[in-house]
């Protein structure tokens, strides 16, 4: 039972991510330069926020619930904006860069494995927010529209919050799916998607056919 738990799990939360890289990314060097960059900033933040959190929980009393109640929730709030100031940081690093890398490019379920699928349904959704919040967050710095900037870090917040309702799932996966839905909204729109270009596609798609090029 732990073999088929441990695929199905991998392939809910990993599955749909990796479709996105094969069909997106894997094709375009620049793409994924720009993939490991975000990944290496992110792993960065990540090994802060856990030298922190390792260094505030040595430095409390362990037999103080609510202080380390009150730590957690800290730590989390913490993790968040330290993430949120990173993407910002490899946004600016990024604008820097650009025209280097243009240039570079052209040369039966038991109570565990229930716990453990909504762990991988978390993790699928948290992939796909962080792609869609990188899309809105980038365009809000490029535009200026910092009130962008506030919401992805506000929605990032929200979902970190939401975890904190497990082990309730329904109360953390459903509204996590409904933010993940108007979040790919938000993204497909500010990054030029239209309703006649989503209809294109989905016209194609039924179809079975592809655009014909010009005789």
């Known amino acids: 039972m732990t073999l088929p738990v441990f695929f199905g799990c991998a392939c809910i939360a990993f599955g749909p991510a990796l479709s996105l890289f094969l069909l997106t990314v894997v094709a375009e060097p620049l793409r994924i330069i720009i993939l490991i960059a975000g990944a290496f900033f992110w792993l960065v933040s990540l090994l802060l926020s856990s030298l922190v959190w390792f260094i505030a929980v040595k430095a409390s009393d362990p037999s103080d619930e609510a202080l380390q109640k009150g730590l957690l929730i800290s730590g989390v709030i913490f993790s968040v904006l330290l993430q949120e100031a990173f993407r910002f940081l490899y946004y600016k690093l990024l604008r820097k860069a650009i025209e280097g890398l243009v240039a570079l ?7 565990i494995s229930i716990q453990q699928m909504a762990y991988a349904f978390m993790t699928l959704v948290l992939i796909f927010l962080h792609t869609f919040w990188g899309v809105v967050f980038f365009h809000g710095c490029e535009t200026r529209h910092w009130w962008e900037v506030a919401v992805v870090v506000l929605t990032h917040l929200i979902i970190s919050g939401l975890t904190f309702w497990n082990p309730l799932y329904l109360g953390s996966l459903l509204p996590a799916y409904l933010l993940m839905a108007a979040a790919a909204v938000w993204a497909y729109v500010v990054s030029g998607g239209s309703k006649q270009n989503l209809s294109r596609f989905l016209l194609c798609l039924r179809s079975g056919t592809r655009p014909q090029p010009a005789s």
């Open 105 to 111: 490019s052209e040369d039966g379920c038991s109570p």
